[in-house]
């Protein structure tokens, strides 16, 4: 939102104001006015939460006191507008604490700069391999590229400005212990900064398709999901590095999640099993586009990752199983399926989906939720209940019908995936919101 506003006043001279929760006030006003925007951007502060109340009780807020201010809301908004700036909105200059780091750290000892590395926020608390020159140079035979060259600019957290180098992430993937072969893979999934920030419980998922998976030894067999392979653990770590170096994320200053989520730990980074696809169902990077040669990164972010509680069980057809626990996932319109090899064979094989294609279509015609249900989702009921409002369909249909209304929540089969992984010991599976971004080449980082 300060991205815009800010845009708004210095490319087009309009005055604006930001209403906003007490979360992003905080951002807003200290870490994002000092270390990227240095414009005295005006905030009104609304209690939190804000989604899923009822208009009595945000006529309360609107009716209520700014919490930046003290002056009511209304005031403070026209006064935000109209009133000149102060001396400390005066200021210019990046200050002393949002200078960059020096290139090389004083040499200390081994404890003292890991000690360091947890006090910059540098670290996931975990101890790392610190990143002398030499480590760093030889980390830097794993590409092509120049040490110096930009890998992306707008990369911090809400797009703030970050830019960084082939060099910073070379640091990284030394302090995650990665092999130089990994630094391809690494620099791929740095130039998908930032990643999904949100105040909910939102995670996200690493995918990688292609050559790359066997050449790097990444484990998609048994145990894929697991800590059971250096290559998976290194690159999941290396994004969770990647999060609080380069996006500068940190807990209550650019970044408040009431929860957060323990899927973050690893981003649950895994390959897919592509040599056990059943016959006629293509790779995940396929399907978007992609040939089957190239080798491909993919991110995916959501909130809901549950466990199937059991294997499949003949009598009741996979396919239900997973229509019925589509009601549990967040009302975003999406799922991503992760199913052993055993369960796509089943699908094939015992129920007849020749193609990804057509469990995807079987899913968006028979999955549904009562509207009630749907709604009662704060995710739906603050990003999709306006579309609805304007009469964007099928939102503004489903705003209409009763509660006990069944809607299809996934109306759209483009935007329900599969991916095969697993060692085919068990025939589990589980179903996830997650949504995919656009695969990106792991190839154009060699």
């Not at 998922?205 to 290559?231: C, D, H, K, T």
């Not at 509660?403 to 089969?413: A, E, G, M, V, W």
Request: some cysteine; proline content about 7%; glycine content about 8%.
């Amino acid at each position: 939102m300060s991205r815009f506003n800010g845009l708004l006043e210095k490319q087009y001279g309009i005055p604006t104001v930001s209403l906003a929760n007490e979360n992003v006030v905080s951002f807003g006003i200290n870490a994002h006015f000092k270390y990227s925007t240095g414009m005295p951007l005006r905030y009104v502060g609304m209690p939190y939460p804000f989604t899923g109340l009822n208009e009595d009780m945000l006529k309360t807020y609107l009716n209520g006191t700014d919490n930046v201010s003290g002056k009511p809301v209304m005031q403070a908004i026209v006064d935000s507008l109209t009133a000149p700036l102060t001396d400390n909105e005066k200021i210019s200059g990046i200050p002393a604490e949002a200078a960059p780091e020096p290139r090389y750290l004083a040499a200390d000892t081994e404890d003292n700069l890991q000690r360091l590395f947890k006090d910059k926020d540098w670290t996931d608390y975990n101890p790392v391999i610190l990143p002398t020159e030499e480590r760093v140079a030889a980390m830097l035979k794993g590409t092509s590229h120049k040490p110096d060259e930009l890998v992306k600019k707008e990369s911090g957290t809400f797009g703030t400005t970050r830019p960084f180098t082939v060099e910073k992430v070379a640091i990284i993937a030394v302090m995650a212990g990665a092999k130089p072969e990994y630094l391809p893979t690494i620099l791929a999934l740095s130039s998908q900064v930032p990643y999904m920030d949100s105040t909910t419980s939102s995670a996200s998922m690493v995918l990688v398709n292609g050559p790359v998976r066997n050449e790097i030894g990444m484990n998609s067999g048994i145990g894929a999901l697991g800590p059971n392979a250096e290559a998976n653990s290194v690159i999941g770590r290396s994004m969770v590095l990647i999060h609080k170096i380069i996006q500068g994320y940190k807990e209550g200053v650019s970044g408040f999640s009431s929860l957060s989520n323990p899927l973050l730990y690893n981003y649950v980074t895994i390959a897919e099993n592509e040599e056990a696809l059943p016959e006629g169902w293509k790779p995940f990077h396929v399907l978007n586009g992609h040939k089957p040669e190239d080798s491909v990164l993919t991110v995916l972010m959501g909130w809901n990752f549950v466990n199937c509680s059991g294997s499949v069980v003949e009598h009741y057809a996979p396919q239900l199983l997973m229509r019925d626990f589509t009601r549990v996932l967040a009302a975003m319109g999406s799922a991503t399926l992760i199913m052993d090899p055993s369960v796509a064979d089943l699908l094939k094989n015992s129920q007849g989906f020749q193609t990804k294609e057509s469990l995807a279509e079987w899913l968006s015609q028979n999955a549904e939720v009562p509207a009630g249900t749907y709604w009662a989702n704060s995710i739906a009921s603050g990003m999709m209940g306006p579309l609805g409002d304007q009469g964007l369909e099928p939102y503004a249909t489903w705003r209409k019908v009763s509660s006990d209304t069944l809607i299809k929540h996934l109306p759209n089969p483009n935007n329900i995936r599969t991916i095969v992984v697993g060692g085919e010991t068990a025939s589990v599976w589980f179903i996830t919101d997650f949504m995919a971004g656009r695969g990106v080449s792991i190839d154009a980082w060699r």
